[in-house]
């Protein structure tokens, strides 16, 4: 996979995490790992904040559920409105999305 074709795997992948759930940078990276080679919970967050603006890039947060630094009110806001169970100054992780699951 070109690192250009693992961008747009990455924005596909954020394209299907249902409303009101999330995924961290790692869990992206891991679901992706087997057909791009590339397992770098870094390299999806500059994927996110390079080319990231057009998906639904507030379901994308840290292990912890932080986040995106820089644009924590606008993302608490969109997952609040959304239904997704916010815990302390993030979301609690028990919204966590896999690929894996059925919708």
């Known amino acids: 996979m070109t690192p250009d074709e693992y961008v747009e795997a ?3 992948l954020v394209e299907r995490i249902p409303p009101g759930r999330v995924m961290s940078y ?3 990276a891991d679901a992706l790992a087997e057909r791009s080679g ?3 919970a870094r390299l999806v967050g500059s994927i996110m904040a390079r080319h ?3 998906v639904p890039w507030h379901r994308v947060v840290n292990s912890a559920g932080r986040l995106p630094p820089g644009h924590e ?3 608490r806001a969109r997952l609040r409105a959304e239904g997704c ?3 302390g ?3 609690d992780m ?3 999305w896999s690929p894996d699951e059925t919708m």
């Open 73 to 75: 009110v606008e993302a």
């Open 38 to 40: 590339r397992a770098s």
């Open 94 to 96: 028990a919204a966590s």
């Open 85 to 87: 169970p916010l815990r």
């Open 10 to 12: 990455v924005l596909d």
């Open 52 to 54: 990231g603006g057009g």
């Open 89 to 91: 100054a993030g979301v």
């Open 26 to 28: 790692g869990a992206v």
